[in-house]
């Protein structure tokens, strides 16, 4: 049986490229700062970013942790999306290790923060109040549909971080699909950021790892906290020789993918019984809603998990999928079909 797994992009396995690279990478102790292919991989991504150093780590959300205790200190405040990765999915670890204080603001549809809620959201110097450091930004955001923020919004919120003397930090686990379905340089979208976490073994298909760009002086404070969460490796350069043909090979080819998740979205569109917002599209993420009161969510899934399709909810009624590498126009093809016949 033909299987369509659209759970999630972080199911991608390595590519051929990757697992020779894999086998034949050269290696040292990174703890001694001295595994040579962790090193050409953070050049590398420091370099793609526009940033002056790179620090790779075990996943995305150690490399969101790590950049938030790098920049802000016990009781300061964040300011962060109420949807997003970093306040929904990463158990509070910001808080828990490091006693960084959460302020939300309301994500719209488009995965920004209103500009006016983010300055109304910045503390005033007062004895009752946190104080704020950081600006958090996710790109393209998850729960968001994927959507991507451009360069003209990051401008906005920058200036809005440098009136306040607040930092930012933009949580890019798919941040090259942003670049792509924008048409823009990565380095020229992460301008605005004093530090970006990304994740290699998403869409990018490496097995494992982040990384985390900023200024030299940032990360050399990510690194401090990185041995403190346990995150130090050895010859990890076996992992990041995935990550440097991940880097190389394989972003172009995200537009791909999300000319995929716009195939499926079109199609389940036209589907009696679900509702997808077309205009929400925009890179390898569709969420979209089962509209009938006669079939319950959970069956939904079951049924499509018996044709080999499979898809995630995440706990709010939608229903997600995502295309990634191992998709093919054809999958996207056979998983409508599948949607034709359970719905009819
Ligand atoms: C997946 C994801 C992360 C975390 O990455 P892991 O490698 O799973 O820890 C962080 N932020 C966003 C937006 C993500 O989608």
Redesign the pocket.
Known sequence: MRVVDLRSD?LTCPTPAMSRAMAEADVGDDVFGEDPTINRLEALAADRLGKEAALFVA????G?LVSLLAHCGRGEEIILGSLS??FFFEQGGSAAVGGIHPRTVPNQPDGTLPLPEIEAAIRVDNVHFPQTRLIVL?NTH?LCSGYPLDIDYMRAVGDIARCHDLKIHV?G??FFNAAVALGVAPDKLAAEADSISF?L??GLAAPVG?VVCGRLDFIAGAHRARKVVGGGMRQAGVLAAAGIVALSEMVERLADDHANARKLAQGLAEMPGLSVDLSQIKTNIVFFELTRADMPLDQLIKMLDDEGVRMLTVGDGRIRAVTHYHITAEDIDYTLGVFSRMLK
């Not at 996943?59 to 150690?62: A, D, F, I, N, V």
């Open positions: 972080t996943s995305g959300t150690m969101n990765h970093t996710e998850n949580d686990a798919r994740c073994s998403k982040s």
